[in-house]
């Protein structure tokens, strides 16, 4: 079992900045990779960014690359994700998942625990 905690979410403006914090409790924390995945009223959830069991390498949905940051610090169990130059349709419920299946980062259903959510929510 893993137990996640997001954290960070708020209000702001377009071209501002926020970081996102996922906590982790449970199993050990360097077993999975993580992932944050973000859903918008009325659309599906979808895949925004990954970071490996180590760190070392990143992924991302193209839509954010260049504006967001994945990284990890195993030592206290966190994920966070930095996003840069925020825009309006970066509005949504943001989640943190840890990956339990090989294959693409990208897929929901490898994600097997999932946190609660925190809002982001950008104005123009």
């Known amino acids: 079992q893993v137990q996640l905690v997001e954290s960070g979410g708020g209000l702001v403006q377009a071209g501002g900045s926020l970081r996102l914090s996922c906590a982790a409790s449970?199993?050990?924390?360097?077993?999975?990779?993580m992932g944050w995945f973000r859903q918008a009223p009325g659309k599906e959830r979808e895949f925004v960014a990954a970071?490996?069991?180590?760190?070392?390498?990143?992924y991302y949905t193209d839509s954010v690359k260049g504006r967001f940051t994945i990284s990890r610090d195993n030592a206290k169990n966190t994920v966070y994700l930095q996003m840069n130059s925020l825009k309006p349709e970066d509005t949504a419920v943001y989640y943190c998942a840890t990956k339990e299946r090989s294959g693409s980062y990208a897929l929901i259903g490898l994600y097997a625990y999932w946190g609660q959510g925190t809002q982001v929510t950008v104005s123009s």
């Open positions: 449970g199993r050990t924390f360097t077993t999975y990779a």
């Open positions: 970071v490996s069991l180590s760190g070392g390498t990143t």
